[in-house]
């Protein structure tokens, strides 16, 4: 079993800002990839940022430039750093990890976690 824990959601004003962790934990052997994905009401679930475990970065462009992620591979844990934030930023965030069980197979699998509320107020 893999368990990813966030943390660091919660009530702003526009133009505040937030942190959020995700801490992934359990039966896993390595992670490539881990991101954090948001939902807001009546929406689809889309991409914030993702980063590969070499370092690489990826943005939604709504939020480049004001959010930044970042990772502590010893811990399996990815942040995302929140600034300038704005009311359609409101929405359910969600991490994901990708990763591999087993030293002896390459399969990977995905992994999320159960969210963490952001609500920015205008």
């Known amino acids: 079993q893999v368990q990813l824990v966030e943390s660091g959601g919660g009530l702003v004003q526009a133009g505040g800002s937030l942190r959020l962790s995700c801490a992934a934990s359990?039966?896993?052997?390595?992670?490539?990839?881990m991101g954090w994905y948001r939902q807001a009401p009546g929406k689809q679930r889309e991409l914030v940022a993702g980063?590969?475990?070499?370092?690489?970065?990826n943005y939604a462009y709504s939020v480049k430039g004001r959010f930044t992620i970042s990772r502590d591979n010893a811990k399996n844990t990815v942040y995302l750093q929140m600034n300038s934030l704005k009311p359609e930023d409101t929405a359910v965030y969600v991490c994901?990890?990708?990763?591999?069980?087993?030293?002896?197979?390459?399969?990977?699998?995905?992994?999320w976690g159960q969210g963490t509320q952001v609500t920015v107020s205008s």
């Open positions: 994901k990890a990708v990763g591999r069980r087993s030293s002896w197979s390459l399969l990977e699998y995905d992994y």
């Open positions: 359990g039966s896993i052997f390595s992670i490539n990839y």
């Open positions: 980063i590969t475990s070499g370092g690489t970065t």
